[in-house]
């Protein structure tokens, strides 16, 4: 257990859904992110919050809407999805100010798009 | 071309093989080098990490950078089945809040 905890582990949603991931960190971090992870393709940043400010938007659609109520919480809300954002969906935590970002990640959602 | 290239794989080998895991990358910007270790249906998890050129070693694990060639390597010896996993290079700028770019990972089996 990494101290980052996703839910749910798996979804099914059809185009025309409404649906939230969740994420939870229990490590004090003040930064969180969601990455995006396709088959065969680098890690993709989406979001990155900072002291629940949202400091990086990575040219993301609309139908994607995160949402940090404060910095131990982190979701992500979706609606109308497209087939081809069915994905692993990664959240992550860490403690900014570094040179480097060390991040720690949850187990992800496993998102499938009917 | 992507700023940072890595061999999908998958790498096959027998337990106890010395197993050599690379990326090259194109931004000379970047001085902070990570290696982050994948289980199936799991996030990947920090193993290693170095700064700017080097050599830095960690039980089985030592983690090569070249900075004059663009190129980072992973070394582990006597690999283990339980080493089976995709690794994941990763690497930022000097400037605090780089955010990191990530290789596509390579998938990794060793079979006993």
């Known amino acids: 257990e990494t101290g980052v905890t996703q839910t749910p582990r798996h979804l099914v949603m059809g185009m025309t859904n409404k649906k939230s991931l969740k994420c939870e960190q229990h490590?004090?971090?003040?930064?969180m992110y969601w990455y995006k992870q396709s088959a065969k393709k680098p890690l993709e940043l989406m979001f990155v919050?900072?002291?629940?400010?949202?400091?990086e938007n990575n040219s993301v659609p609309s139908r994607f809407s995160p949402e940090c109520p404060n910095s131990s919480h982190l979701f992500l809300h979706l609606h109308t999805l497209q087939p081809e954002d069915s994905a692993l969906y990664l959240c992550a935590s860490s403690t900014p100010g570094g040179s480097y970002e060390k991040l720690f990640f949850g187990s992800g959602t496993q998102l499938s798009v009917l | 071309q992507k700023e940072v290239e890595q061999d999908p794989g998958p790498l096959s080998v027998p337990e106890g093989a010395i197993v050599s895991l690379n990326c090259t990358y194109s931004n000379s910007a970047f001085q902070y080098f990570m290696w982050y270790r994948q289980y199936s249906r799991k996030g990947p998890e920090l193993l290693m990490y170095t700064y700017s050129s080097g050599n830095k070693e960690d039980g089985r694990f030592t983690a090569q950078v070249d900075k004059s060639s663009k190129y980072i390597s992973l070394f582990i010896r006597d690999s283990q089945p339980s080493d089976s996993a995709t690794y994941l290079c990763?690497?930022?700028?000097?400037?605090?809040?780089?955010?990191?770019?990530f290789g596509g990972g390579t998938r990794l089996m060793v079979k006993p």
């Open positions: 990763a690497m930022s700028g000097d400037n605090a809040g780089n955010m990191l770019t």
């Open positions: 490590l004090g971090h003040n930064a």
């Open positions: 919050y900072n002291f629940k400010e949202q400091t």
